[in-house]
């Protein structure tokens, strides 16, 4: 007896005309009895939505319900029939297939993988294993096995492919024996060997609702027990010759069927800000007809929801996704993957992002709230710690045993102390974890352990959502985890951490977790949910070609017209499939409108969708001209950050005023003058706020960090009298090598230092190899080095100097001051390493204006250090200079200034101006001419915001 087909008709939402039918046929005394009834729908969704509908009849009419079973599609054949063995897994499936393949000789491998991975590389035999194990699923699920290719391979022309099926049925023999061996069978296998025994059968009514594209070995089963089961056909019955037997669609039969629309249902617009754009305009269009939950916006296009979400929210409305949030943007699912390349590998890199994790980063505040001391640059804050670490040492990798010795060597270190105890703290969590490559079960049992530690005390609220979210996560993770540790010993593949969390995470990629029910949103639909959906007003958005209808390219096994000649799935079905669902929506929905774009989310072009160039020729025609002119001017987009007509003169958003009332004068540095007359307010920020930007993103030592490795070893140079009266150049490049390395081995630690960073110490090196040259010759010309500055960056030298008859104190450091016994004078030098030379006046004055003080004040600031006593110094014998090492060899020296008494008075004046300015506490407003260096104030200063720009920023009084 044929299975009984059923019409519904398309007039009314598929779900509501199947509910009717249901309950008029299961409905005997005041009871609706549907627990001897299996309902078939092709997804969750759909099932969840008949039951509440069900419920809602039944209470309408008062009856007593007993609900049915709904499965899907992939549940139903084992409800036929009783498997004599346990089923695989698909895991299990996937790491029996790669086992096989690993195991055969790579010669026999060669016509299906010229270039097999290499014993070490598991995740690519395991996406080999996936593609083999999806292969044989789709034939098997038709009635097929890989040597259906081979048998009718002999009545086609031209197919050389033998040797490849010949190696695919090999291997899937071998896979089918291994899962033997473990006492498993494969599912769609032991589905066929059902069907050649006649084993389904059941005392069930199955009725299958919407599943009008069946594989073959369902349709087979659905045979042997047809007199219980009838299909509900979403469809009139005078479309019955469209729809064969079993209630599936008739490819041929809809290829061409004229869609009832109208042209003002189908619009055209450009890319995803034009389509989010119409959906707001077509909801604002239907004027509160309907409820948030009648109007669904179908997505065709998934990378068009945040589009969609973020539009709709802008304008007040929510939108539910019903695909909800991906695990792999889960906490758990990243904390996995950021704290497993820390223990793999130790990168820098990878410790900032693993303590960076939200959850790692509460875990370590509250293990070391009790242990770390405040240091005066981070404070207690961990990210800081590291990023201050960094930035002093810019190491690509970590040692223990280095942060050790930094912290023996110099105990006052408050950065490195932090980094220890982080670092110890972190490295708790994986005590125990082999540093060798395990069975991957080995792995999951550590991994477990680690989120055990990290979430297990953590208190969820089940009813906040976020808190929902990562419960489910944290429970989908460790199903994953479980899966891999209870797998058969002998599948377990030997890996490395990394691999083995990749293996883990792979099933998690495209898991999501679906939001609670929202009665006040619009829902977002997948383009497939949309025929099973009810809700009577409906938008679709990219309906173009590769979308709708969907078509998949590039098979390497099956291209689509071997499927054809097979009988799996190829584009005709897909078309026909999408064409019907089209038919559905067309008829069944009050207010229905299609979208189509000329640009992706990627701007790639896109082409509008076949399905709608279907029905008379001339109205294809006309529709082709009217798609494929030049579109319409898009109107004007609205301003959604404030409403018409109330947009503000100013921006809210305005630099902060300073107060420094707590705040007071009494020394200065020579160098904090140059920040000064640069811009009051951003010395306000640097040096009375003492605001500091940290970061982990340089890749190389900055301007500064290189100056300072230079300033080191000549400071060090400076100090050794032995050596810096030397006049022979070889011995100074030697002792310049020496230090150079020893200190670069502290500061650097070129052994763990990225490779850039070693490259500049380099560069360093052939800066001081030069610098050697010239002192030489200066040391021969009569010039002697009589004080350099000390290491401690905390020793500076003081004068008091007197400012309208109140005293402010001077602080500094000098490089270094030579005396030349022959000329009676000091040489006051700064050293200077950027890469072009330049003279002081250069540096000191912009068009005549002082713009730094730093040399005319150490001709104050050189007197605390009592030089003048100890040697014969002429009237006006003391010179002021920089001592400049290039990029340039040629260029390095020194430069010496030729400013007059006059300019150098006029430099105090200046000084004295700064100082006045200070003690009043003159802070505002920014200069409008951002400084011509970089620093970590422009944002707050909004040196780039528009109304700087055009200068139409308002100063305060």
Not at 97 to 119: E, F
Not at 171 to 196: G, P, S
Not at 312 to 338: C, H, M, N
Not at 511 to 540: K, M, T
Request: aromatic share 8%; net charge negative.
């Amino acid at each position: 007896m044929a299975i009984q087909r059923a019409f519904l008709g398309w007039k009314q939402a598929a779900l509501l005309a199947a509910t009717d039918y249901i309950v008029e046929r299961y409905s005997r005394d005041r009871e609706c009895d549907l627990s001897n009834v299996i309902v078939v729908v092709p997804g969750s969704r759909a099932g969840r939505r008949l039951l509440e509908l069900l419920v809602q009849r039944a209470d309408d009419r008062q009856l007593l319900f007993m609900p049915p079973r709904i499965v899907t599609e992939g549940e139903l054949p084992e409800l036929l029939y009783e498997p004599q063995r346990p089923l695989a897994a698909v895991l299990v499936q996937q790491l029996a297939w790669m086992n096989v393949l690993q195991q055969t000789p790579p010669a026999q491998l060669r016509p299906l993988v010229p270039h097999p991975p290499g014993a070490d590389d598991p995740i690519r035999w395991l996406e080999l294993a996936e593609m083999f194990r999806r292969q044989h699923a789709e034939f098997a699920a038709d009635g097929l096995d890989f040597s259906a290719v081979l048998q009718r391979s002999k009545e086609w022309d031209n197919f050389s492919e033998e040797a490849r099926w010949q190696t695919l049925r090999k291997l899937q023999l071998a896979y089918l024996l291994k899962l033997d061996e473990l006492h498993l069978w494969d599912a769609q296998t032991a589905r066929l060997v059902a069907i050649q025994k006649k084993e389904p059968r059941t005392d069930c009514d199955v009725i299958l609702l919407g599943m009008v594209d069946m594989n073959k070995a369902l349709r087979q089963m659905l045979d042997l027990v047809s007199t219980r089961v009838t299909a509900l056909i979403v469809a009139p019955t005078a479309e019955a010759e469209r729809f064969d037997s079993h209630g599936c669609l008739i490819p041929e039969a809809w290829q061409q069927l004229p869609l009832p629309l109208a042209e003002s249902q189908m619009v055209r617009v450009e890319g995803p800000a034009e389509q989010a754009d119409s959906v707001v305009n077509w909801v604002r269009d239907l004027n509160g007809r309907y409820a948030a939950d009648e109007v669904v916006v179908g997505v065709a296009d998934e990378a068009l929801v945040p589009q969609l979400q973020r539009e709709l929210q802008q304008y007040g409305l929510t939108a539910r996704w019903v695909e909800g949030k991906k695990v792999a943007e889960s906490a758990p699912y990243r904390l996995l993957d950021a704290t497993t390349a820390y223990a793999e590998r130790r990168r820098f890199a990878d410790l900032a992002s693993c303590v960076r994790h939200p959850d790692i980063y509460d875990w370590l505040q509250a293990r070391l709230a009790s242990k770390l001391k405040t240091t005066k640059r981070a404070g207690r804050d961990v990210p800081t710690i590291l990023d201050c670490h960094y930035a002093e040492r810019l190491s690509a990798w970590l040692d223990g045993e280095d942060l050790s010795a930094a912290v023996q060597r110099n105990e006052q270190d408050e950065i490195a102390q932090a980094m220890q105890l982080l670092v110890s703290e972190l490295e708790s969590l994986f005590v125990a974890w082999p540093t060798t490559r395990q069975p991957v079960g080995v792995w999951m049992r550590h991994t477990s352990k680690l989120l055990e530690t990290i979430y297990g005390e953590r208190f969820v609220e089940r009813y906040e959502l976020a808190d929902r979210y990562l419960l489910e996560c944290c429970h989908k993770v460790q199903d994953s985890l479980t899966a891999l540790a209870d797998l058969p010993a002998h599948l377990q593949p030997l890996m490395s951490l990394t691999d083995a969390i990749a293996l883990a995470l792979r099933p998690l990629e495209r898991v999501a977790i679906s939001p609670p029910p929202d009665s006040s949103a619009i829902e977002l639909l997948g383009w497939l949910e949309l025929p099973l959906d009810d809700a009577p007003a409906l938008i679709v958005t990219t309906v173009n070609e590769g979308f709708v209808p969907e078509s998949r390219k590039n098979d390497a096994f099956l291209p689509d017209a071997l499927r054809r000649e097979l009988g799996l799935l190829h584009d005709d079905r897909r078309y026909a499939r999408d064409a019907y669902s089209l038919q559905v929506l067309a008829h069944s929905r009050p207010d229905f409108k299609l979208i189509t774009a000329r640009f992706d989310t990627k701007r790639d072009p896109l082409a509008p969708s076949r399905l709608l160039f279907t029905g008379p020729a001339e109205q294809i025609a006309q529709r082709a001209l009217r798609w494929f002119s030049p579109p319409p001017p898009a109107l004007p987009r609205p301003n959604l950050l404030a409403p018409a007509g109330k947009i503000p003169l100013h921006s809210t958003l305005e630099v902060p005023r300073p107060d420094a009332s707590s705040w007071e004068l009494d020394e200065i540095t020579v160098t904090q003058f140059r920040s000064y007359l640069a811009c009051p307010y951003r010395f306000y920020l640097s040096h009375v706020l003492r605001l500091q930007s940290h970061s982990d993103q340089a890749a190389e030592l900055d301007a500064p960090s290189f100056g300072n490795l230079i300033h080191d070893v000549l400071q060090d140079f400076g100090r050794q009298e032995e050596i810096n009266r030397s006049t022979d150049s070889h011995k100074l490049r030697n002792y310049f090598n020496e230090r150079l390395d020893a200190i670069a081995a502290v500061r650097c630690r070129p052994r763990h230092a990225r490779a850039a960073v070693r490259v500049q110490i380099e560069q360093a090196r052939l800066r001081l190899r030069a610098f050697a040259d010239w002192q030489a010759a200066r040391t021969e010309a009569g010039w002697q080095i009589v004080f350099s500055e000390t290491i401690d960056l905390n020793e500076k030298w003081r004068v008091k100097w007197q400012v309208d008859d109140l005293p402010i104190t001077l602080a500094g450091r000098i490089d270094r001051i030579d005396y030349h016994p022959g000329q009676r004078t000091l040489s006051v030098l700064d050293y200077k390493t950027s890469d072009t030379a330049k003279g002081p006046d250069q540096v000191h004055r912009r068009a005549g204006e002082w713009v730094d003080l730093q040399l005319p004040l150490y001709r104050h600031l050189y007197k605390s250090i009592g030089l003048d006593a100890n040697f014969d110094i002429r009237s006006e014998g003391v010179q002021l200079g920089y001592v400049n090492l290039p990029k340039d060899p040629a260029s390095v020296g020194d430069r010496i200034a030729e400013w007059s008494p006059g300019e150098l008075a006029d430099a105090d004046e200046q000084a004295r101006h700064v100082i006045r300015a200070l003690r009043e506490k003159t802070f505002w407003p920014p200069n409008e001419v951002a400084p011509t260096f970089e620093d970590a104030y422009s944002a707050i200063c909004q040196d780039y915001s528009l109304s700087r720009l055009f200068g139409s920023r308002e100063v305060a009084p």
